[in-house]
T-cell receptor
Framework: AQSVTQLGSHVSVSEGALVLLRCNYSSSVPPYLFWYVQYPNQGLQLLLKYTSAATLVKGINGFEAEFKKSETSFHLTKPSAHMRDAAEYFCAVSVNNNDMRFGAGTRLTVKP | EAGVVQSPRYKIIEKKQPVAFWCNPISGHNTLYWYRQNLGQGPELLIRYENEEAVDDSQLPKDRFSAERLKGVDSTLKIQPAELGDSAVYLC?????????????FGSGTRLTVV
């Protein structure tokens, strides 16, 4: 079955610094990959998704992710962090059976 | 358009009591999902509906959990009786149709505390 591993349960950056949240996937077939963001006491909001088109995917709020098959990775980046980016971020993978599997999440803290 | 609506937002019950959660998906979304999110973890699928049919309930603890989506629109998830370990956030999501490329739209969730 497919799965994702998010490296680092907590990431802390300074405002204006690069954000890098790591995600590696495991799948026996070409996967679809997603990043979701969850603000406190809210549901998950889709940031971006990879669906076998362009390997560099741009999402909302200035985030982007690059699909690297050779590294089985789908890391999330943002050039300059803002205070409002502080949240929990989840990587997810889905294949043919429509079963979306989520990682454990990475909590992003942004320091002023 | 309205998003996925869930109620209640919070629920505190004593163990062994029943509890029910309600979800109204986005209009026109045929696929509906119930997920459970334990503290500090990612969501885990409980059940998936295609219209009114439960097509994947393999992760639903059927001894105490039940769900229904009678008219293929809104859905109810029930726990009876609740146990301490059921404390979690229960998330409902919907998608246009069964297809992993769409992504899901999530509701705000119901935070259940069993005491």
């Amino acid at each position: 079955a497919q799965s994702v591993t998010q490296l680092g349960s907590h990431v802390s950056v300074s405002e204006g610094a690069l954000v890098l949240l790591r995600c590696n996937y495991s799948s026996s077939v070409p996967p679809y990959l997603f990043w979701y963001v969850q603000y406190p006491n809210q549901g998950l909001q889709l940031l971006l998704k990879y669906t076998s088109a362009a390997t560099l995917v741009k999402g909302i709020n200035g985030f982007e992710a690059e699909f690297k098959k050779s590294e089985t990775s789908f890391h999330l980046t943002k050039p300059s962090a803002h205070m409002r980016d502080a949240a929990e971020y989840f990587c997810a993978v889905s294949v043919n059976n429509n079963d979306m599997r989520f990682g454990a999440g990475t909590r992003l803290t942004v320091k002023p | 358009e309205a998003g996925v609506v869930q109620s209640p937002r919070y629920k505190i019950i004593e163990k062994k009591q029943p509890v029910a959660f309600w979800c109204n998906p986005i209009s026109g979304h045929n696929t509906l999902y119930w997920y459970r999110q334990n503290l500090g973890q990612g969501p885990e699928l409980l059940i998936r509906y295609e219209n009114e049919e439960a097509v994947d309930d393999s992760q639903l603890p059927k001894d105490r959990f039940s769900a229904e989506r009678l008219k293929g629109v809104d859905s109810t998830l029930k726990i009876q009786p609740a146990e301490l370990g059921d404390s979690a956030v229960y998330l409902c999501a919907s998608s246009l149709e069964s297809g992993q490329s769409y992504g899901y739209t999530f509701g705000s969730g119901t935070r259940l505390t069993v005491v």
